[in-house]
């Protein structure tokens, strides 16, 4: 069983939020929709839900959605802040919707979901002693619990500090791994994205501009804006793009999209440098990190591009260096 959405569009009072969205999610792989704030993400997983009115097909294992009410369409919602009942303690908060459907055995699914996200011995622990992190973790617990044909995430980290983001984000992944869940994420965090998703599609301005496997969309941006959102550092056009490409023993093109650890400086002597080599430049800025040194150089043709070296060169403002190119860290674009 799928969702499947085609030609799905949503407007407020008339001005366009989402714009004739098609796409797929297989059974048991996960969904990240991935957008800045406005692109219209959230307002599609609401209308998946049936909380917004859309126009277009959203539909589950074949079945049109159009007038199946939010209650019946077996999903569930989570949302950025859990929205647990502060008074009610962790397994009660986990076992809400389960003893409203008067479900067997609610002590024992409510155990096992415990373990699921790492949380076994909190049964009787209250919100407000809990940090985000482990809030979180219920919230996720309780939505897992009436097993959902579809999990809607809105966000599901956004409200953490960026340490227990990235360490979270693992976490959910193993644990919709090990469920089997078939889930639809929207967040702005492409890191997240790519750690938790099988799967990736991208909106801006309300409109779908890519999607497939995540390795399939990161190798090949469909164009310099996604390119820059996705976290390459910059991108090149025209000739500077081509030049760089050649020198990369690549065949040029319009343009690349081009990560910061694409460029390393070389460790040929500076009477090996050659002036007119493309790739030989001048270090505008350099700033030590725990890893590397960052280095920003001004290349001739190129102009000024991100490049990396060890922390043991230390290649500093005004030095000529020569950069050898990582081709892997290179995309090129259209």
Do not use: C
């Not at 003893?99 to 373990?115: F, I, N, Q, S, Y």
């Not at 164009?223 to 910059?234: C, E, I, K, M």
Request: proline share 5%; glycine share 8%; aromatic share 4%.
């Amino acid at each position: 069983m799928s969702l499947s959405l085609t030609g799905v569009s949503v407007d407020y009072d008339g001005v366009p939020a989402v714009v004739d969205v098609s796409l797929e999610l297989p059974a048991g792989q996960v969904l990240a929709v991935l957008g800045p704030s406005g692109s219209g993400k959230s307002t599609l997983l609401r209308a998946v839900a049936g909380l917004e009115p859309a126009r277009g097909t959203i539909a589950w294992a074949g079945e049109d959605l159009a007038h199946v009410p939010t209650h019946k369409r077996g999903f569930a919602l989570m949302f950025q802040d859990g929205q647990l009942f502060t008074h009610l303690t962790v397994a009660r908060n986990v076992g809400y919707a389960l003893r409203l459907r008067r479900a067997r055995d609610t002590a024992t699914r409510v155990r096992d979901l415990l373990a699921l996200v790492g949380l076994e011995g909190y049964d009787d622990r209250l919100p407000s002693t809990l940090s985000g992190g482990e809030r979180q973790r219920v919230a996720l617990a309780r939505s897992l619990a009436v097993e959902p044909r579809l999990l809607l995430l809105d966000e599901p980290l956004s409200a953490l500090d960026a340490g227990l983001r990235e360490r979270l984000a693992g976490e959910l992944r193993e644990i919709l791994v090990t469920a089997g869940t078939t889930a639809l994420m929207v967040t702005h965090d492409h890191e997240e994205a790519y750690t938790v998703a099988d799967r990736l599609a991208v909106m801006r301005d309300g409109r779908l501009v890519q999607s497939g496997a995540i390795d399939e969309v990161w190798r090949a941006p469909v164009d310099p804006a996604t390119a820059l959102f996705l976290g390459y550092a910059r991108v090149l056009e025209g000739p500077a793009a081509a030049r760089l490409l050649i020198a990369a023993g690549l065949a040029p093109a319009r343009a690349v999209a081009v990560r910061r650890s694409a460029l390393t400086v070389d460790v040929s002597p500076p009477a090996a440098l050659t002036r007119g080599d493309p790739l030989v430049g001048v270090v505008v800025s350099a700033r030590v990190t725990p890893d590397q040194v960052r280095l920003v150089v001004d290349l001739e043709g190129l102009g000024e591009l991100d490049a990396v070296a060890a922390v043991d060169t230390h290649p500093s403002a005004g030095e000529p260096v020569r950069l050898s190119v990582d081709r892997s860290r290179l995309a090129v674009i259209g």
